[in-house]
């Protein structure tokens, strides 16, 4: 399955799109979760919405929400999010929801450079967001009567390369292993 996925800003969004984003909204966080909650909370205007499309059949959604302050992780500044990620349910099981997950992570951090990630997860979707990099924060919530957790993903550190006297040993060592290998073998084919 390979979706066409396309990532825009609230104004480029055809009322088709608003449309199909809304019930596929509905129909999962609403009917679906037996959850009754104002889903358009207005923040949709300042968000790219993600959608994954089989022709013309939506098959997913995320939102990736622009930098703000973070109420529960003010420590981390301002930092982009991710929410309302859903896959309908025809297309579950496929994997698609890391294909959103990974396209809306590679986007912000294109867009909005090496910053943490903030999601507010529905706790038991820890593992999977766990499986992508997200590590929890405190403790979990209720959110609409629904367990929610705070997550973040923390952008990667590049590594240096240590090159002491501990290093240089290890090197040595290891080429001496591989041609103690090679001449073993050589001694073995005479």
Known sequence: MHPDISIKPFDDLTA???YQILKARSQVFVVEQHCVYQDMDDKDFDCLHLVAHSNEALMGYCRILPPAPSKLLPELGASPGIGRVLV???YRGQTLAR?????AINYCHKKYGKKPIII??????THF???LGFVTQGLPYSEDGIEHITMVLMPAKKVQKYRGAGAQVMVFLLLALAIAFIAGLV???I
């Open 129 to 131: 967001y766990e499986s």
């Open 88 to 90: 309908l349910p025809a």
């Open 120 to 125: 507010s997860a529905q706790s038991y979707l």
């Open 187 to 189: 001694y073995l084919m």
């Open 99 to 103: 294909q959103i997950m990974l396209d």
């Open 16 to 18: 088709i799109d608003v």
